[in-house]
């Protein structure tokens, strides 16, 4: 393994939490570098995706991407990139972080589904309007209480009802190792009107959308203390 410290991966979620700690930089974006995505047309599903592409790179731009965020704390890398793995297709993109840190909602949205299977483990749905966001391997187990299903996490107090909204950065789950996994980390999976988008696109274009808006944000200030300076 490259050494972190000379590695853009690295190095760049650590200048976005400093820039976060001045009262005029509200950035949510936390850990981005660009992805790279390959696709490889060996059976019907992966020509499919290959097709796809084009359409998922316009998607990544049909949005602001302002006020979204980055849906893990204390992340360390991507482990899995959305595309042909193995001999099947990987359907999101993997984030490692320790186990036990929490999961953000990536943007405002009602949580649709939870769930528990073999392969996902612990999971949670949440639809944004023609967006749906997915979170697997999450701690916790789910709960039926009333008639309503809950995800529960007491260690990390998490009790996510099915059915309420979220808004984007609120703490909705915690990273964990249920379902089919080798190491903890977050499997999280985007769709735009029910087809599956490589969520390493939306991620550069919130990286970009939101450093361009610190930077702006930045400009204002130093015009704002400047004149404050010039008149005092």
Known sequence: MSNPGKNFLYTLP?????????????????GLIPLSITTLGIKQELVEAQEAKITNQQTAY????????????????????FGPRGRGFHYGLDLAAPKGSYIRNWWTGKVVEV???????????????????????????????????????RGGGIMLPQGQVFPAGSRIARVGMTGRTSGPHLHWGLKYGGRWVDPA??????????????????????VTYNSEVVSN
């Open 115 to 153: 769930w528990e299977d073999g392969r996902c483990g612990t999971g949670i749905v949440i639809q944004s309007g023609s967006w749906e966001h997915v979170y697997c391997h999450v701690q916790g187990r789910v709960e039926t209480r009333s008639g309503r299903r809950y995800l529960i996490d």
């Open 14 to 30: 650590i200048a976005l939490k400093q820039g976060l700690r001045h009262p005029k930089r509200k950035l949510l974006l936390l």
């Open 201 to 222: 696109l939306i991620l550069r274009e919130m990286y970009t959308q939101q450093t361009r808006q610190l930077s702006r944000s930045e400009n204002r200030y130093m």
């Open 62 to 81: 049909i949005n602001n991407w302002q006020n979204a965020s980055f849906p893990v704390e204390n992340f360390q890398g991507y482990t899995s990139p």
